[in-house]
């Protein structure tokens, strides 16, 4: 059995009624009022968010703007300001960017937090962000907190649709380690993220109605009905969901990873491979004129388990050996000496110009710039495998090839 203090913390946010909630910042007089933020009833239009009023009311998103003056006649109609929702998205995300670089915005109003490597417990975390949230811009959020993104999420959903006040709901819903089976069997299976109406429609038709009776299925009985996309959601039945709070993309960090052909345990073979990608990090920040504030290390180990630690720098960096020092320090931290490794990969985020780094910090002595930028001119002409470092020629000599070069 996986230590408690083994399992993740995440946590996903949801901001409650979002557009709502700043139309009521821009517009005291809407509090206690039962408005909608939607498109006008004579051009087809409809309900992007409603108030809590509202809502009980009959009101819900996505529902014909005419269908809900008709459940509500003096439903009051706010034309969407979407360039104002999208700058106070921004500031949310600025204050949750605080606490860790581990954030997956996943729409304008909701994001995933991996919040693994604080102290603090999941509850404390919820309401720690939940009030800055509130305090600095008088927006009201839920929290939703498990040991994976899917439950966390439902756990948010669940909160929010236990709400029965009338305010905004402010949910804090945590579901501990080890219970995540237990806390989704009773929902219905439409509430499984993922689950769409059509899977709902067949799972109904075989007389499955909620998740708990889903989770109770054979993978070989899940795979015959929906293919390979059975077995995941025989896993996320029952509560089972690896995917990292991933934060890849281009402009925002750089990563690379490898998986092992075999698990390894050998420390000299792991610190190689992160030499290797830190070569790789370092050659795509330069490549693409970046340096970088955040270096981030992941490892998975032989069980799946996954941990990601990251460091904070003083300076921006694009050197391959200054990420590697830093990689390395990451690894010694989280390594457990003997344990199998499967996966090993490294990341760059914090992202700037490296030019105007360049202006800020003196990180980059002479000798090693030249030289760097003669590698990179050589990789860029000949391929990215023309250069190899010393340690890794020598230690293929006493393999046999069928190289002819």
């Known amino acids: 059995m996986v230590p408690l203090e083994k399992f993740r913390k995440i946590?996903?946010?949801?901001?409650?009624?979002?557009?709502?909630?700043?139309?009521?910042?821009?517009?005291?007089s809407l509090k206690g009022k039962a408005f909608a933020v939607a498109g006008q009833a004579d051009t087809r239009g409809v309900v992007s968010s409603c108030s809590y009023p509202a809502r009980r009311r009959?009101?819900?998103s996505a529902m014909p703007t005419a269908r809900?003056?008709?459940?509500?006649?003096?439903?009051i109609i706010v034309t969407p300001r979407h360039h104002r929702y999208g700058d106070y998205s921004e500031k949310v995300m600025d204050i949750l960017a605080?606490?860790?670089a581990l954030i997956q915005q996943i729409s304008v109003d909701e994001a995933f937090l991996d919040l693994t490597d604080l102290p603090?417990?999941?509850?404390?975390?919820?309401a720690m962000l939940q009030q800055s949230i509130l305090n600095e811009l008088q927006l009201p959020v839920s929290v939703g907190c498990a040991s994976n993104k899917l439950v966390a999420k439902m756990a948010t959903d669940v909160g929010k649709a236990g709400y029965t006040g009338d305010g905004t709901p402010m949910a804090i819903t945590v579901v501990p380690p080890g219970s995540e089976a237990s806390f989704l069997?009773?929902?219905?299976?439409?509430?499984?993220?993922?689950?769409?109406?059509?899977?709902?429609?067949?799972?109904?038709?075989?007389?499955?109605?909620?998740?708990?009776?889903?989770?109770a299925m054979d993978d070989k009985r899940l795979?015959?009905?929906f293919g390979r996309y059975g077995v995941e959601l025989g896993q996320h039945a029952r509560g089972i969901d690896e995917r990292p709070v991933s934060i890849e993309?281009?402009?925002k960090s750089i990563s690379q990873e490898h998986t092992f052909a075999r698990d390894v345990v050998d420390a000299q073979v792991l610190s190689d491979r992160i030499r290797e990608l830190c070569d790789q990090v370092a050659y795509r920040l330069r490549k693409g004129g970046y340096c970088a504030t955040v270096v981030r290390l992941k490892i998975r180990y032989q069980d799946f388990s996954t941990h990601t630690h990251q460091i904070q720098l003083p300076q921006p960096i694009d050197q391959d050996s200054l990420l590697y020092e830093t990689a390395m320090q990451l690894f010694k931290d989280v390594w457990t000496p003997g344990r199998m490794v499967r996966l090993i990969g490294v990341g760059a985020s914090g992202l700037g110009s490296s030019t105007h780094q360049l202006e800020l910090f003196d990180v980059k002595p002479e000798k090693e710039r030249k030289l760097l930028e003669a590698v990179d001119e050589l990789k860029q002409k000949y391929g990215k495998d023309v250069i190899r470092r010393g340690s890794k020629v020598q230690s293929q000599k006493s393999k046999p090839t069928s190289d002819h070069s």
């Open 249 to 251: 993309s281009e402009t």
């Open 223 to 225: 795979t015959q009905l």
């Open 98 to 100: 605080r606490h860790t």
């Open 185 to 215: 069997a009773p929902l219905p299976v439409q509430a499984l993220w993922g689950v769409g109406p059509k899977t709902a429609d067949r799972l109904k038709e075989l007389g499955i109605t909620h998740i708990g009776e889903l989770a």
């Open 11 to 28: 946590l996903h946010l949801d901001l409650d009624a979002f557009f709502c909630s700043v139309e009521e910042l821009l517009d005291p």
């Open 58 to 60: 009959g009101i819900r």
């Open 120 to 126: 603090q417990t999941s509850r404390e975390l919820a």
């Open 68 to 75: 809900a003056l008709r459940l509500c006649p003096d439903l």
